[in-house]
């Protein structure tokens, strides 16, 4: 019998059965086994792809180590942000100050890769060693002639989201340095898109078919001379709103740049952020023409494949657990397109607002719930007969073990899934995962139906 | 070769850290833990720790890991992790019901200098009367070395707090080190082949490598059970793996010197002589002489080697991991032929050359480099001054070989690009014969594929 711990009783909720009286944007609860991770992680993941900058991790190895090539970011270009970078601190540094070693690794690998930018991480102890990490910064960064960022990012100090905002604050600082003079009046900023898989590629091929510009992918094969020269779009376009909103609301501030909030997961979601783009840009219809052929094409590229998905997916039961809730309302629309039922929705890191609007999205009986850990998941996917699990790496086992489907919507993946072209392949992934003669074996099955 | 010596020196020239060829201690007392019966490990610092740590062991096992975390925001690094990691105790007994639960420091901790024996006596004190988890603590500072030694500190931490020499038994204990569930799983049948009892510390042989569940399970079935953990200060014996081990403190000294258990020091029984090493002191120990099944293996080994020497005589392999495991592969290596040219760890003992140099006699110093504390950037320096045949080690050794356009034979931990890592099988004779295969079909496939003709017999 699984219980749930006291503390977190308010961080679960099911829809119907009682008022909404929900806690969440808290820290994680002390020996919960949160599938949260660290300050470090929303920084690290944010900053990732940009391509031509080195990302020097400053503390001990561990931290770089088990970031090392870990996410699906591609790049047409560089591939700097694919390397593990860490001064290794030891215990001599403990005692004596890191600075040293940071200033001399930073020389170094600006002298070896000869980046646009370097990101200087600081982990756990680098604050309460005292190292001077700005100063250090500043001074490599005047000596080499290139920006040299520091980022706040010790573990403890708050959630993955003010790792999101650490991020922020570094890009902000290259924003605005850059030329803008062939920037066109119809022209925006790609933001909170990685480029898992190439997926910024295809969002922006479809915003160029429309006649609008992309000044920068910022975070999705991310360069740093597009970022500084970011702030000459005319619009902000945002995506993973968690990690990106901040920044957009400083660029609104700072430059006068209006954003509005997009995902391009589902037919009905990627179409409506390419008609709000033409919307925004009403001076020249051409674009909302564009846009509509756009969208008609490559809808009926994909629905007569879609037919076979949505037959043998009909009424069967997903649960989503993904970090952003904004990733969550997508992907209760495009599996309802697809006949299934959501049985439990949560996320990692949603605010009061999101978890409002994730439940009155849902049906009665949905489990809703924040920063949860591996014992509530299997407790709900069991308890809430789940044949599909979406979710990352950590909740990978959780759903194998139990003889249940599972697709990764995390920053792994090496299939993309936005656009119309990752609507078929997100369909795809979720048939061949749930349809999967391997589930007969599973001992779970083999009371029903399944094989000894 | 000059150029080769310069590169020795290149290694030494940065001080920065490209692409780490170790992992940090917490993981290693993780692994450990999670080969005790129906026990948790936390991690006295930061969220990310623990939750880094179950992603990088989740993408190699493929099983759910859970580590708890206390974790720490900015008010416990000012005042102090204790009531935080009370409280981890105390939902950590509560939703898992262990039966014990090992704390292991973070750099964090450990720097603003967290007294963790203390807090958990006073814990413990608070709770007199109630029945709690055994709860041990094992200093795990990221800091220092790499996730080896926080796999053997944690060992030794264990032996430490748990075991008494009440109860004698004609156990033999066995601290197999850092290696695969299959190699588990062999080891526990070679014993019991023997008819020796084993108390292996730890034995991840089901925790990490399970069946498929009906309903979820809190904590994954295995591991050594805590009651027989009691019993090792009374066993007949110790045997303890690892070539750099041997120098150093370790679980199994600890015990000779609390309980005068002797322990004897083996290296990884990888390759024929390092697996006959082993099956003497079994012989030994049992009394019996070696079972016919084994003795069949070992011969089946030497006639697939007769078959396939030519294959790999005199081909150069780069070898890198942990510095034990190196050891172990590069003695099973030049049992067939293949020069390890060059053997690396991001590990650092001070012993890895002296245990390679004594197995490599008639071999210069040009001939095989042994490199320790370098990464993965340092080792492609080199590797491409030797132009290998083969790379041999973990998957982390992939960017390698594609750059270098030779193949990567994949042995060791992590491997987080294929199916079934934790499966594979290095020691005793079946895991020699497992690696011969593999390392003559990858130089096979090798010439076949890069053939114009195209081969069909080889």
């Known amino acids: ?452 | 070769m000059n150029k080769v010596m310069d590169n020795k020196n290149n290694t030494d020239k940065y001080i920065v850290t490209r692409n780490a060829c170790k992992l940090c201690s917490p993981l290693g007392a993780s692994i450990v833990l999670r080969g005790i019966e129906n026990s948790m490990p936390i991690l006295h610092g930061s969220q990310g720790c623990a939750t880094y740590i179950r992603r990088y062991l989740i993408s190699h096992f493929n099983e759910p890991i859970d580590i708890a975390s206390s974790n720490f925001t900015e008010s416990e690094v000012v005042f102090g992790g204790s009531s935080n990691l009370n409280q981890s105790l105390d939902n950590v007994t509560k939703q898992y019901e262990p039966d014990i639960i090992g704390v292991a420091t973070t750099c964090l901790s450990e720097t603003i200098g967290d007294d963790v024996p203390r807090f958990l006596r006073e814990y413990k004190k608070e709770r007199e009367g109630r029945k709690i988890p055994e709860i041990f603590t094992v200093s795990t500072p990221s800091y220092k070395g790499s996730h080896m030694e926080g796999f053997h500190q944690t060992l030794k931490a264990v032996v430490d707090a748990i075991p008494g020499d009440e109860i004698k038994t004609d156990s033999v204990n066995l601290f197999p080190g850092f290696i695969s569930t299959a190699d588990l799983r062999h080891l526990k049948e070679i014993f019991e082949d023997f008819g020796v009892n084993p108390i292996m510390l730890p034995d991840y042989s089901e925790t990490l490598d399970g069946t498929s569940w009906e309903t979820y399970n809190k904590i994954s079935p295995g591991g050594t059970p805590v009651s027989e953990i009691k019993k090792m200060g009374g066993a007949r014996e110790s045997i303890e793996f690892g070539k750099t081990l041997s120098e150093v403190e370790s679980a199994g000294k600890n015990l000779e010197k609390k309980f005068g258990v002797k322990c004897s020091s083996l290296g990884l029984p990888i390759g024929i002589r390092e697996t006959d090493t082993l099956m003497d002191l079994m012989e030994k120990l049992s009394g019996k002489s070696m079972p016919e099944k084994y003795v069949k293996e070992r011969e089946r080994l030497i006639d697939a080697m007769s078959d396939g020497h030519k294959y790999v005589m005199g081909i150069k392999a780069v070898v890198y991991g942990e510095e034990d495991f190196v050891a172990g592969i590069a003695s099973m290596l030049l049992e067939i032929g293949v020069v390890p040219s060059l053997c690396a760890s991001g590990g650092k003992s001070g012993f890895l050359e002296e245990k390679i140099r004594s197995m490599a006699e008639g071999y210069t110093d040009e001939e095989i480099i042994v490199k320790d504390g370098v990464d993965f950037m340092d080792i492609s320096e080199i590797a491409k001054e030797i132009n290998p045949d083969m790379i041999v080690g973990n998957s982390k050794g992939y960017t390698l070989s594609r750059t270098i356009n030779k193949p990567l034979v994949r042995v060791g931990f992590p491997i987080h690009d294929r199916i079934g890592g934790q499966r594979i099988l290095h020691i005793g004779y079946r895991g020699a014969q497992q690696l011969f295969d593999m390392v003559t079909n990858t130089v096979i496939q090798y010439r076949q594929d890069s053939s114009p003709v195209g081969y069909t017999y080889m």
């Not at chain 1, 990732?48 to 047409?76: E, F, K, M, Q």
């Not at chain 1, 759903?399 to 392949?425: Q, T, V």
């Open chain 1, 1 to 452: 019998m699984i219980k749930v711990l006291d503390e977190r009783v308010k961080q679960i909720h099911e829809k119907g059965a009682e008022p909404f009286d929900f806690d969440c944007d808290r820290r994680s609860t002390a020996g919960s086994v949160s599938q949260r991770a660290c300050v470090f992680c929303g920084s690290r993941v944010v900053l990732y792809p940009i391509a031509d900058a080195v990302h020097l991790i400053h503390g001990p190895i561990g931290c770089a180590a088990y970031t090392w090539d870990i996410r699906g970011s591609l790049s047409s270009g560089p591939e700097l942000h694919r390397l593990s970078f860490s001064t290794d601190i030891q215990e001599e540094e403990v005692i004596f100050g890191g600075e040293k070693k940071l200033e001399k690794s930073l020389n170094e690998l600006i002298d070896i890769y000869k980046p646009k930018a370097a990101f200087v991480y600081s982990t756990c102890i680098i604050g309460v060693i005292g190292d001077d990490v700005e100063a250090v910064c500043r001074k490599v960064s005047k000596e080499k002639g290139i920006p040299v960022l520091p980022v706040h990012s010790e573990g403890f100090k708050g959630t993955k989201k003010d790792g999101y905002a650490a991020a922020c604050e570094s890009i902000f600082k290259i924003i605005g340095t850059g030329n803008t003079d062939d920037v066109s009046e119809f022209s925006i900023n790609i933001m909170g898109e990685f480029n898992l898989a190439g997926e910024a590629w295809i969002i922006k091929k479809y915003y160029e078919e429309m006649g609008v510009q992309v000044v920068s992918t910022m975070t999705g094969d991310g360069r740093v001379g597009d970022i500084a020269r970011a702030h000459g779009a005319k619009l902000n376009v945002v995506q993973c709103s968690g990690s990106m909103t901040k920044l957009a609301k400083m660029m609104e501030e700072r430059y006068g740049i209006p954003f509005i909030r997009v995902s391009y997961f589902g037919i009905e979601d990627v179409s409506e952020a390419l008609y709000e783009v033409a919307r925004f840009f009403k001076g020249n219809p051409e674009i909302m023409v564009k846009a509509k052929d756009l969208v008609k094409r490559e809808i009926s590229k994909i629905i007569p494949e879609m037919e076979k998905f949505r037959k043998a997916l009909r009424g069967k039961k997903a649960a989503i657990y993904v970090g952003g809730a904004f990733k969550a309302f997508s992907l209760i629309k495009q599996l309802r397109y697809l006949g299934m039922e959501v049985v439990l929705a949560g996320s990692q890191t949603g605010n009061k607002e999101d978890y409002e609007f994730l439940r009155e999205m849902c049906n009665d009986g949905t489990i809703i719930v924040d920063d949860s850990n591996p014992l509530e998941l299997s407790k709900y996917m069991l308890e809430k007969k789940a044949d599909l699990c979406i979710g990352g790496v950590k909740e990978r086992p959780i759903a194998y073990k139990l003889g249940i489907g599972f697709c990764d919507h995390n920053h792994e993946r090496k299939i993309p899934l936005a656009g119309f072209e990752g609507m078929y392949n997100f369909s795809k992934e979720v048939y061949n995962t749930v349809l999967s003669p391997v589930w007969k074996f599973a001992p779970r099955n083999r009371k029903h139906g399944g094989e000894r």
